[in-house]
C-alpha cells in the first residue's frame, strides 16, 4: 500500500430529490496512488456520487474537501480549475470536431482566464506551445495520437471512450472521477485501459465506478458497495468479496 | 390615492393580468409539454379580436359569439396542429422561431385580405354597459369585471381539466414522459393535439372577450405576445400556475406603475423580469 | 476529408474565390454604379455587417437571441443625438462611442440573458429589445415614434459621408474588417471555446470553462459589431426610429444568418445581400390581373421565411457544401 496523501474527501453527502434519496451519508477518501472503486446495482447512486463530487449536482447536505479546501456546492469549472477531472458514463465529447480539436480545447481551458481579453481573440487556437503539449501528452496517454485528425463522431465506441479520458487528462487534473470507462468496450481495448490506470494511479487519486468486476478486482485498492444510495461496506477488495451480506445484495452468484 | 382609485386600479391590474394569464398558460402548456416555441401566439389573440367584431355583428350578442368562437378557435388550433406544428417539435427553437415569424406575416396578410386595414370597433353588449358607482364621481364599467369573471371561470376549469380529470392526468403524464405515457396505450398525438386546441381557444377567447375595450386593429398581437413572454419566464416554463402568478404580478407593476412613475412604467416590468432572472434563471416554479 | 465542417467553417476554395471577386466587383462598382445603386449595396452593406455580428452568437456559439436589434437601433440613436442640428457629427469619435454605447447595453443586457438557457434566453433577449423599443417610441423626449433625423452625415477630415462614394468605400472598408477579424476570432482560442460551448455547454464546464463569462464576452463583442452597423445605417439614411430596435427588424437578422448558412461568417453576409434583394424583388411584384402581388408582399416573405427552414435549413453555403460533397464523392452518397 502506498502511503500517499489524501487528496479528495467527501463526508456525508446527502442527496434529496423531493421525497427521493438518491445518496445518503456517503463518506470517502481518495489518496494518491491508489484506486478506489465504488461498485453497486444500477440505481445505487453510484453516478450521483461521482456528480456530487464533480459539482453537477449540489448537495442536500455533506461536505467535499478537495486539496484541503471546501468545494462543497461550487460549480463545476471551479473544482475542475482545482484540480479535479471526471470522465462520464455516457460519452460526453464534442463528436462534430476532430479528436485533437477535442483534447486541444480541454488542454486550453487552464491558459484562457479572462475570455474578456482581446489577445485571445486574435491569437491562432492552435500555436500555444503548453497547450499543444498538455494535448499531446493526452493523446499519447490514450493512445490516440494515429486518429488524431478523424472526427470523433466517426471513430468507433472503443475510440470515443479513450477520447473521454484523454479529455480528462488533458487538464493535468490530481484526482479522477471515472465513470465506467470500461463500459462496451472489447477485450483487448478493456486491457488497454485496466494497464493506462494502473500507469496513471501513481501521480493520481482515482475513483473507478465500474460494472466489469474482473478489472475492479485487478484494480481497486479500495472498494466502497453502495445499494440503495447508501454505502453498504467500504474496505480492502478481498475482505469485501467474502462479505456476506454484500454477496447476497449485490455480487450474488457472481465473483 | 384615494381607496376608490385604488380600488379601481387594482381591479384593471386584475383583468390585465387574468387576460395576459389566458394568454400565457396556453404558450407555457404548449411549450412545456410539446416543446414548441410559438410566435404566432399573438396572432392568436388578434384572431378572436377579429372573430369578435364579425361573428357578434352576425349573431347580435357578444357572449353568443364568445361561446361559438371558443368552439370554432378550439377546431381551428386542433387542425393547425395536426397539419402544422406537429412537424416542428422535433426541430430546434430557431427553426420554430423562424417558422411561427413567418407564420405571423401569413396571419396579418389573411387579416389585412379578410377585414382590411380599418380600426374596428365591438360593441358592449346593453346589459353589460353600465357602471357600478364607487364614489360621487368614479364609478367602474361593469363589462370589465365580465371580463375578469370569464377569465376567472376559465381559470378554474383549466385547473379542474389538469388536476382532476383523467384527460389532465394524461396531459400531465405526457408532459413528463411521454413515451412511457404511449406505452401505457395513451394517445399522445391526440393529446398534443387537444392542448395546442385549448391554448389556441383560450387566446382567441382572451381576445373576443376583450375586444371591445382594447379595439380592434392590424397587429395588435404583438405587444401583447411580449407581455406574455415576460410572464411565462417570470412564471417558469410549462408551471400553469406560476403563469398565473406571474401575470397577476405583471398586471400590479404594469398598471400601478402607469399610475404612479409613468416616465418608466414602460420599463418596469422588464425590471422585475431581470430581478427574477437574478434570482431564479428558469422562473418562479419551473416544473 | 478530415476537418470537422458542420457549419463550414472551412470555406471551400470555391467560396472564398467568388468573395474575393464580389470584394474586387464592389470595390470597382462606384465607376460604373448609378447613385440608386451606391446606396442600395451600402445598404445590403451595412445588413451583412449586422448579419456577421449576429452569426457570432448564433452561429458559432448557439446563442439564439431575439433582440440583437436592439443594439443595432442604439447606435443609430446615439448618431442622431450626437449630431448637431446643422452640422456634421465627428466621425472618429462618434462612431466610437455609438459602438461603446451599444456594447455597454449588450454587456447589462447580456448580464441577465445570459444567465438563461435555451427558450428563456430567446424570450428574454426579445423582451429587453422590447423594453428598449418602448422606451424610445414612448418618449418624445427620444424622439418617439416619429424617430429623429441626421441633418448632416458624420465626417472627419477627408472622409466625409455626405459624399456618396466615400460612404460607399466606408462600407465596404467595414464589412472587409469586420469579415476579416471575425475569421481570425474563429479560429483563435476565444473561437474554438465558442464553438465548444455551441456544441456541448456541459464538457466545456466540466473541463474547466467558466461558459458564463465567454457567452457575456461573444454577446457584448456581438453588441459592439452591430453598433457599427446601426451608426453606417444612420448615417446613411439620415434618419432612426424605433423600427430598428424592434422584433421585426431582429427576425430579419436571423433570418439573413440562417439563409446564407451560419457559423462561418461568409454565409451571414450573402444572406443579407439575398435577404434583401427578395425583399426588394417581392415588394415590386407586377400586377397580376386584379391583384398587385406586391400589396401582399407580407405573405410572400413569410412564406419564403418558412421555404427556406424547411427545405435549406443550411442556406445557400449549405446547399454549395452539398453540392460540393456530391461531386467530390461521385455518386452523391452523403456522409
Known amino acids: 500500500?502506498?502511503?500517499?496523501?489524501?487528496?479528495?474527501?467527501?463526508?456525508?453527502?446527502?442527496?434529496?430529490?423531493?421525497?427521493?434519496?438518491?445518496?445518503?451519508?456517503?463518506?470517502?477518501?481518495?489518496?494518491?496512488?491508489?484506486?478506489?472503486?465504488?461498485?453497486?446495482?444500477?440505481?445505487?447512486?453510484?453516478?450521483?456520487?461521482?456528480?456530487?463530487?464533480?459539482?453537477?449536482?449540489?448537495?442536500?447536505?455533506?461536505?467535499?474537501?478537495?486539496?484541503?479546501?471546501?468545494?462543497?456546492?461550487?460549480?463545476?469549472?471551479?473544482?475542475?480549475?482545482?484540480?479535479?477531472?471526471?470522465?462520464?458514463?455516457?460519452?460526453?465529447?464534442?463528436?462534430?470536431?476532430?479528436?485533437?480539436?477535442?483534447?486541444?480545447?480541454?488542454?486550453?481551458?487552464?491558459?484562457?482566464?479572462?475570455?474578456?481579453?482581446?489577445?485571445?481573440?486574435?491569437?491562432?487556437?492552435?500555436?500555444?506551445?503548453?497547450?499543444?503539449?498538455?494535448?499531446?501528452?493526452?493523446?499519447?496517454?490514450?493512445?490516440?495520437?494515429?486518429?488524431?485528425?478523424?472526427?470523433?463522431?466517426?471513430?468507433?465506441?472503443?475510440?470515443?471512450?479513450?477520447?473521454?479520458?484523454?479529455?480528462?487528462?488533458?487538464?493535468?487534473?490530481?484526482?479522477?472521477?471515472?465513470?465506467?470507462?470500461?463500459?462496451?468496450?472489447?477485450?483487448?481495448?478493456?486491457?488497454?485501459?485496466?494497464?493506462?490506470?494502473?500507469?496513471?494511479?501513481?501521480?493520481?487519486?482515482?475513483?473507478?465506478?465500474?460494472?466489469?468486476?474482473?478489472?475492479?478486482?485487478?484494480?481497486?485498492?479500495?472498494?466502497?458497495?453502495?445499494?440503495?444510495?447508501?454505502?453498504?461496506?467500504?474496505?480492502?477488495?478481498?475482505?469485501?468479496?467474502?462479505?456476506?451480506?454484500?454477496?447476497?445484495?449485490y455480487l450474488g452468484e457472481e465473483h | 390615492m384615494t381607496l376608490a382609485n385604488f380600488l379601481i386600479q387594482l381591479l384593471n391590474s386584475v383583468q390585465y393580468g387574468l387576460l395576459l394569464f389566458m394568454l400565457a398558460a396556453g404558450l407555457t402548456l404548449i411549450f412545456g409539454i410539446m416543446g414548441v416555441v410559438n410566435l404566432a401566439h399573438g396572432s392568436f389573440y388578434m384572431l378572436g379580436a377579429y372573430l369578435a367584431y364579425t361573428l357578434a355583428a352576425q349573431m347580435g350578442s357578444l357572449p353568443l359569439a364568445i361561446l361559438l368562437g371558443a368552439v370554432l378557435a378550439g377546431l381551428f388550433g386542433f387542425v393547425l396542429e395536426r397539419l402544422l406544428f406537429r412537424h416542428f417539435y422535433h426541430r430546434d427553437h430557431l427553426d420554430q422561431v423562424l417558422l411561427t415569424f413567418g407564420l405571423i406575416y401569413v396571419f396579418e396578410e389573411l387579416r389585412a385580405v379578410i377585414w382590411g386595414n380599418d380600426v374596428l370597433g365591438v360593441q358592449i353588449p346593453a346589459s353589460l354597459d353600465w357602471s357600478i358607482p364607487l364614489t360621487d364621481t368614479l364609478s367602474y364599467p361593469v363589462y370589465r369585471l365580465f371580463i375578469s369573471a370569464v377569465c376567472i371561470g376559465l381559470a378554474l376549469a383549466l385547473y379542474l381539466l389538469i388536476s382532476k380529470t383523467r384527460l389532465g392526468m394524461k396531459i400531465r403524464a405526457g408532459a413528463f414522459n411521454r413515451d412511457m405515457t404511449e406505452s401505457l396505450g395513451v394517445n399522445i398525438e391526440l393529446i398534443h393535439a387537444l392542448v395546442f386546441g385549448l391554448g389556441v381557444g383560450l387566446a382567441v377567447v382572451a381576445g373576443m372577450v376583450a375586444s371591445p375595450v382594447s379595439s380592434v386593429y392590424p397587429n395588435m398581437g404583438s405587444p401583447v405576445l411580449i407581455m406574455c413572454f415576460v410572464v411565462v419566464v417570470i412564471g417558469g416554463i410549462g408551471s400553469v400556475r406560476g403563469a398565473l402568478i406571474a401575470a397577476l404580478l405583471v398586471g400590479l407593476v404594469d398598471t400601478f406603475g402607469k399610475v404612479l412613475l409613468p416616465q418608466v412604467a414602460g420599463m418596469l416590468v422588464y425590471v422585475l423580469m431581470a430581478a427574477v432572472l437574478l434570482w431564479r434563471p428558469e422562473g418562479l416554479f419551473k416544473q | 476529408m478530415s476537418a470537422a465542417n458542420s457549419h463550414l467553417e472551412v470555406l471551400p476554395r470555391s467560396v472564398q474565390f467568388l468573395l474575393a471577386t464580389a470584394i474586387v466587383g464592389l470595390a470597382l462598382f462606384p465607376l460604373v454604379g448609378s447613385d440608386y445603386a451606391l446606396q442600395s449595396l451600402s445598404r445590403m452593406m451595412i445588413l451583412a455587417i449586422f448579419a456577421m455580428s449576429l452569426d457570432l452568437l448564433q452561429g458559432v456559439t448557439g446563442l439564439v437571441s431575439l433582440g440583437h436589434a436592439a443594439y443595432f437601433g442604439l447606435a443609430g440613436y446615439a448618431l442622431a443625438f450626437l449630431s448637431p442640428v446643422n452640422d456634421p457629427a465627428a466621425l472618429w469619435w462618434t462612431l466610437p462611442a455609438a459602438m461603446a454605447l451599444s456594447g455597454a447595453?449588450?454587456?447589462?443586457?447580456?448580464?441577465?440573458?445570459?444567465?438563461?438557457?435555451?427558450?428563456?434566453?430567446?424570450?428574454?433577449?426579445?423582451?429587453?429589445?422590447?423594453?428598449?423599443?418602448?422606451?424610445?417610441?414612448?418618449?418624445?423626449?427620444?424622439?418617439?415614434?416619429?424617430?429623429?433625423?441626421?441633418?448632416?452625415?458624420?465626417?472627419?477630415?477627408?472622409?466625409?459621408?455626405?459624399?456618396?462614394?466615400?460612404?460607399?468605400?466606408?462600407?465596404?472598408?467595414?464589412?472587409?474588417?469586420?469579415?476579416?477579424?471575425?475569421?481570425?476570432?474563429?479560429?483563435?482560442?476565444?473561437?474554438?471555446?465558442?464553438?465548444?460551448?455551441?456544441?456541448?455547454?456541459?464538457?466545456?464546464?466540466?473541463?474547466?470553462?467558466?461558459?458564463?463569462?465567454?457567452?457575456?464576452?461573444?454577446?457584448?463583442?456581438?453588441?459592439?459589431?452591430?453598433?457599427?452597423?446601426?451608426?453606417?445605417?444612420?448615417?446613411?439614411?439620415?434618419?432612426?426610429?424605433?423600427?430598428?430596435?424592434?422584433?421585426?427588424?431582429?427576425?430579419?437578422?436571423?433570418?439573413?444568418?440562417?439563409?446564407?448558412?451560419?457559423?462561418?461568417?461568409?454565409?451571414?453576409?450573402?444572406?443579407?445581400?439575398?435577404?434583401?434583394?427578395?425583399?426588394?424583388?417581392?415588394?415590386?411584384?407586377?400586377?397580376?390581373?386584379?391583384?398587385?402581388?406586391?400589396?401582399?408582399?407580407?405573405?410572400?416573405?413569410?412564406?419564403?421565411?418558412?421555404?427556406?427552414?424547411?427545405?435549406?435549413?443550411?442556406?445557400?453555403?449549405?446547399?454549395?457544401?452539398?453540392?460540393?460533397?456530391?461531386?467530390?464523392?461521385?455518386?452523391?452518397?452523403?456522409a
Open chain 1, 1 to 249: 500500500m502506498s502511503t500517499g496523501e489524501v487528496l479528495l474527501s467527501a463526508r456525508g453527502l446527502t442527496k434529496r430529490f423531493g421525497g427521493l434519496v438518491a445518496a445518503e451519508d456517503v463518506s470517502l477518501d481518495l489518496w494518491r496512488g491508489r484506486i478506489h472503486a465504488v461498485i453497486g446495482p444500477n440505481g445505487a447512486g453510484k453516478s450521483t456520487l461521482a456528480n456530487l463530487l464533480s459539482g453537477d449536482l449540489p448537495p442536500t447536505s455533506g461536505t467535499v474537501t478537495l486539496g484541503g479546501q471546501d468545494i462543497t456546492g461550487h460549480a463545476p469549472h471551479e473544482i475542475s480549475r482545482r484540480g479535479l477531472g471526471r470522465s462520464y458514463q455516457k460519452t460526453n465529447i464534442f463528436l462534430p470536431l476532430t479528436v485533437e480539436e477535442n483534447v486541444r480545447l480541454a488542454s486550453q481551458s487552464r491558459q484562457l482566464h479572462r475570455p474578456w481579453n482581446p489577445l485571445h481573440w486574435v491569437d491562432a487556437a492552435t500555436r500555444h506551445v503548453q497547450v499543444q503539449a498538455r494535448c499531446e501528452r493526452a493523446l499519447e496517454l490514450a493512445g490516440l495520437q494515429v486518429r488524431r485528425s478523424v472526427v470523433a463522431g466517426i471513430c468507433s465506441h472503443g475510440e470515443q471512450r479513450q477520447l473521454e479520458i484523454a479529455m480528462t487528462l488533458a487538464t493535468q487534473p490530481q484526482v479522477l472521477l471515472l465513470d465506467e470507462p470500461l463500459a462496451g468496450m472489447g477485450v483487448a481495448e478493456a486491457e488497454r485501459m485496466v494497464e493506462l490506470l494502473l500507469r496513471l494511479k501513481a501521480e493520481h487519486a482515482i475513483m473507478l465506478v465500474e460494472h466489469d468486476m474482473d478489472a475492479v478486482f485487478a484494480l481497486a485498492d479500495h472498494l466502497t458497495v453502495m445499494v440503495n444510495g447508501q454505502v453498504i461496506a467500504s474496505g480492502m477488495p478481498e475482505a469485501i468479496r467474502n462479505d456476506a451480506g454484500v454477496q447476497s445484495a
Open chain 3, 105 to 334: 447595453a449588450a454587456l447589462i443586457i447580456g448580464f441577465f440573458a445570459v444567465r438563461t438557457h435555451g427558450i428563456y434566453f430567446i424570450m428574454v433577449t426579445m423582451a429587453f429589445a422590447q423594453m428598449l423599443f418602448y422606451l424610445f417610441f414612448d418618449n418624445k423626449v427620444l424622439g418617439g415614434s416619429d424617430g429623429i433625423y441626421v441633418n448632416i452625415r458624420p465626417g472627419s477630415g477627408f472622409v466625409d459621408l455626405e459624399n456618396k462614394v466615400t460612404l460607399f468605400y466606408v462600407c465596404l472598408a467595414s464589412i472587409v474588417l469586420v469579415y476579416a477579424f471575425l475569421r481570425r476570432l474563429l479560429w483563435s482560442s476565444f473561437g474554438r471555446a465558442l464553438v465548444g460551448i455551441r456544441i456541448n455547454e456541459h464538457r466545456m464546464k466540466a473541463v474547466g470553462y467558466s461558459t458564463f463569462g465567454y457567452k457575456l464576452s461573444a454577446f457584448t463583442l456581438a453588441g459592439v459589431l452591430a453598433g457599427l452597423a446601426g451608426y453606417l445605417w444612420g448615417a446613411l439614411n439620415g434618419f432612426v426610429n424605433p423600427e430598428l430596435m424592434g422584433f421585426h427588424m431582429s427576425a430579419h437578422a436571423i433570418m439573413m444568418v440562417i439563409l446564407g448558412g451560419m457559423g462561418n461568417f461568409a454565409g451571414a453576409a450573402i444572406g443579407a445581400f439575398v435577404f434583401e434583394g427578395v425583399l426588394h424583388w417581392v415588394k415590386d411584384l407586377p400586377q397580376v390581373g386584379t391583384v398587385r402581388l406586391s400589396d401582399h408582399w407580407q405573405l410572400w416573405m413569410g412564406l419564403f421565411i418558412v421555404a427556406v427552414v424547411v427545405l435549406a435549413p443550411r442556406g445557400v453555403l449549405g446547399l454549395v457544401g452539398a453540392i460540393l460533397e456530391r461531386l467530390r464523392t461521385g455518386r452523391g452518397e452523403s
